[in-house]
């Protein structure tokens, strides 16, 4: 059986490598076919490849058929629409972030084609307004514009895409899937959970966390938050710096000042400064909650921004919390983590005890003061593999039973951590995604992947636990295993105020006369 499981696998990878080879060898094909048809054509668009500048709108009208063998597919923003060719038609229109793409700037592109789809997340983001002119103070402007999404939702319906593939595990998964998501979202457990480790982590700064005034404004970005957070900045430059890194904050100002300081300490240790140039699209980054959008980080550092006033209460205003959109901020900055988040603030989780909070300060809590902390849920194990559970750990192995409520058995061996998957109860909605998806994202996660069968749990189980316990590193051969169980203590003699000795003696004593 395992054969015919390994050999089902291999064959589905070889049939989506297969699958991209076709589509490259069609389309090779249907290009040169087309050049050796249209030879006026093809003549034009190499004059065009020769400037290195290529407008699609005149590509498209000197290359005709040939443009569109040329470029199936085309990818462009909502604001360069103009530039296509208005006579160009498309099979499909595919709406990327549509949640917050607005009917205004969709409109033509959706008109270029008889169907659509929009791909979009309503949690994170909604439509934002805009400015054609710049304004000194660009603070933020509520709106209620409907997005594509919604509408497109409206009229045929939507699909909702609920597994998490992030190999490090969700930062706050459970969080964000119990308080934003209605629990739709499945999450495998990472390897680390499993050894303890969190992705959260909070720093509460306790010198100078007061303002030293009572004027409006003072309790914002108080000069030791600053420093805390241009620390951390610079420890992740020297100790980490192939993970890119972005800070966030509730405050404009707050994050002008962070920039201004990393910058002077950049320029005082220039053996830092590749950092900040490396990355790419990840580019080290200190932005508000509200111009946060379509970016992601290996950790992100979130800074409140806001102290305490100088008789120690929470600011009243805590900036970019005070406005209708900050569930969503909340959730996109969270998301944006792909392996850790800090939040560094001047607050504890004392300062948010007492009930009647206003709003702004009961989405801060989440953060401050989380409940959220064991961010893995548990459920009824199987008994079959509770028996093999018993039989690991009399091995020396650690075991969890019904793991973060997706992983029927995880156990561990030192630094090695491995997912026991029954076939019995393999996760997922089709064959692909259990024998080969699921087990493919696990070992990604970190873990070793092990799949065991009812017939020989049934059989041989002290093999299965073997077999498993050396895989893991565990020396059974050269290490003797015991017969029996040890005895609990309340079968020893000397539970029963006994000596503990064998009474060979006495009874030898006592043995009768005609025993010789």
């Known amino acids: 059986i395992a054969t015919l499981e390994s050999d089902f696998e291999k064959a589905n990878e070889d049939l989506i490598a297969q699958g991209l080879l076709d589509v490259r060898h069609q389309l090779a094909a249907a290009w040169r076919a087309a050049i050796a048809k249209q030879p006026a054509q093809a003549d034009g668009l190499r004059a065009q490849l020769r400037t290195k500048k290529l407008e699609l709108k005149a590509a498209s009208q000197v290359g005709g058929d040939l443009y569109s063998t040329l470029v199936p597919a085309v990818l462009v923003s909502p604001y360069k629409i103009h530039e296509l060719d208005p006579a160009e038609e498309f099979d499909l229109v595919i709406v990327l972030d549509a949640s917050s793409t607005g009917l205004a700037e969709s409109q033509q592109a959706i008109s270029l084609a008889n169907q659509v789809i929009a791909f979009g997340d309503p949690v994170i983001a909604t439509p934002e307004s805009f400015d054609t002119v710049a304004r000194a103070n660009q603070a933020h402007v509520e709106t209620d514009r409907g997005s594509v999404f919604d509408l497109v939702a409206d009229v045929f319906g939507s699909l909702a895409i609920s597994r998490n593939y992030r190999i490090e595990g969700q930062v706050l998964g459970k969080y964000l899937n119990d308080n934003f998501y209605d629990s739709r979202l499945v999450l495998e457990p990472a390897a680390g959970q499993l050894f303890g480790s969190h992705n959260f982590e909070q720093i509460e700064i306790t010198e100078d966390a007061n303002a030293s005034s009572t004027i409006e404004g003072s309790t914002e970005s108080l000069d030791s938050e600053v420093s805390k957070v241009a620390e951390l900045v610079m420890s992740h430059a020297r100790w980490t710096p192939e993970d890119s890194l972005m800070v966030v904050t509730a405050s404009r100002t707050h ?181 080969r998806v699921r087990p493919g994202l696990l070992r990604a996660m970190g873990w070793d992947y092990q799949r065991v069968h009812a017939l020989e749990i049934f059989a041989k189980p002290q093999d299965v636990a073997n077999r498993i316990a050396m895989s893991l590193g565990v020396d059974l051969i050269s290490r003797a295993q015991p017969l029996f169980e040890d005895r609990a203590f309340e079968d020893t003699s000397g539970a029963w105020g006994h000596e503990n000795d064998s009474n060979d003696d006495r009874l030898r004593d006592d043995k009768p006369p005609h025993w010789g």
Not at 295 to 305: K, M, P, Q
Not at 312 to 333: A, C, E, P, R, Y
Not at 356 to 369: F, T
């Open 255 to 435: 994050a002008e000042r962070i920039d201004q300081l990393v910058r002077q300490e950049t320029h005082k240790q220039p053996q830092l400064a590749e950092f900040f140039d490396a990355h790419g699209r990840e580019k080290f980054e200190c932005v508000s909650m509200s111009e946060l959008t379509h970016r992601l980080a290996d950790r992100v550092i979130f800074s409140v921004g806001f102290g305490r006033t100088p008789e120690g209460k929470i600011s009243g205003t805590l900036g970019d919390f005070n406005f209708q959109n900050v569930s969503g901020w909340m959730v996109n900055q969270i998301v944006s983590a792909r392996k850790r988040m800090t939040v560094v603030s001047c607050y504890n989780f004392e300062d948010f005890a007492a009930g009647g909070l206003p709003e702004n300060q009961r989405w801060l809590k989440d953060l401050i003061a989380p409940s959220f902390m064991s961010d893995v849920s548990e459920g009824k194990a199987d008994p079959l593999l509770r028996d093999l559970a018993r039989r690991l750990e009399k091995l020396g192995l650690k075991v969890a039973l019904n793991f973060g409520g997706r992983i029927g058995l995880a156990v561990s061996f030192g630094k090695k951590a491995a997912v026991v998957d029954p076939d019995w109860a393999l996760v997922g909605e089709n064959w692909d995604e259990k024998l």
